[in-house]
């Protein structure tokens, strides 16, 4: 199958700080990407979807001005979280699909963010 | 939107048993339905996944079942394996664009007993 690369795989940031995580497609073109977060021993919540080009789709309670979703070119996806707080420690995981309709969504092998 | 249910949230098999795990959803559009395998501190990997144009999909020791008139799915793997534990998801997505959101199930933990 193809390949998403996310990095950094993990991260420790200090509270106030920002923290960009890049989510590749690399042998694909990724017309959608998605952004899941994850706390421990639960499932995945759907954050937002970003289109390549346009603005990204937040799910409800999601702060867009807190969670900057850009998706500049059909291979890369970056999260910022801007002035991150220790709530926000979680695993972030994005996944790309490609244009064709009902096609498979690959994951990356997620992001584990520890704000303190 | 789109709901999926599943059950069990945990699920312990003797090895070489089978396991079943079954979910529900509500979005009757849905008609993208894949199942994946998450190890601790990784992504979820895709294992299978079944459209609504079939009933019953088989690959090796893993099966998918769908009914669309009562909208449940279920994963079935046989002859259990050490390492077939782990945590599965399952999903369901609606159809039209690649921007259809995949909306994940809240897992099951499946243990297998040596």
């Known amino acids: 199958g193809a390949v998403v690369s996310q990095h950094p795989s993990r991260v420790i940031c200090k509270s106030g700080t920002s923290v960009k995580i890049e989510c590749r497609s690399l042998d694909f073109q990724a017309t959608t990407m998605f952004w899941y977060r994850q706390f421990p021993k639960q499932s995945l919540m759907l954050m937002a979807t970003?289109?390549?080009?346009?603005?990204?789709?937040?799910e409800q309670g999601v702060e867009k001005d807190k969670f900057l979703i850009n998706h500049a070119s059909l291979t890369l996806s970056t999260l910022t979280v801007t002035s991150a707080h220790p709530e926000d420690s979680s695993f972030y995981i994005c996944?790309?699909?490609?244009?064709?309709?009902?096609?498979?969504?690959?994951f990356g092998q997620g992001t584990r963010l520890t704000v303190v | 939107g789109e709901n999926v249910e599943q059950h069990p949230s945990t699920l312990s098999v003797q090895e070489g048993d089978s396991a079943v795990i079954k979910c529900t959803y509500s979005?009757?559009?849905?008609?993208?339905f894949p199942w994946y395998k998450q190890e601790l501190g990784k992504g979820p990997q895709l294992i299978i996944d079944?459209?609504?144009?079939?009933g019953e999909k088989k690959d090796q020791r893993i099966a998918v079942t769908l009914n669309k008139t009562a909208k449940h799915f279920s994963l079935h793997i046989t002859e259990t394996q050490p390492e077939d534990s782990a945590v599965y998801f399952c999903?369901?997505?609606?159809?039209?664009?690649?921007?259809?959101?995949?909306?994940f199930g809240s897992g099951t933990r499946l243990s297998i007993r040596p």
């Open positions: 079944i459209r609504s144009n079939v």
């Open positions: 999903a369901a997505s609606s159809r039209y664009s690649s921007a259809s959101k995949i909306i």
């Open positions: 996944s790309a699909r490609t244009y064709r309709v009902n096609t498979e969504a690959f």
């Open positions: 970003s289109n390549e080009g346009s603005k990204a789709t937040y």
């Open positions: 979005d009757s559009a849905s008609n993208y």
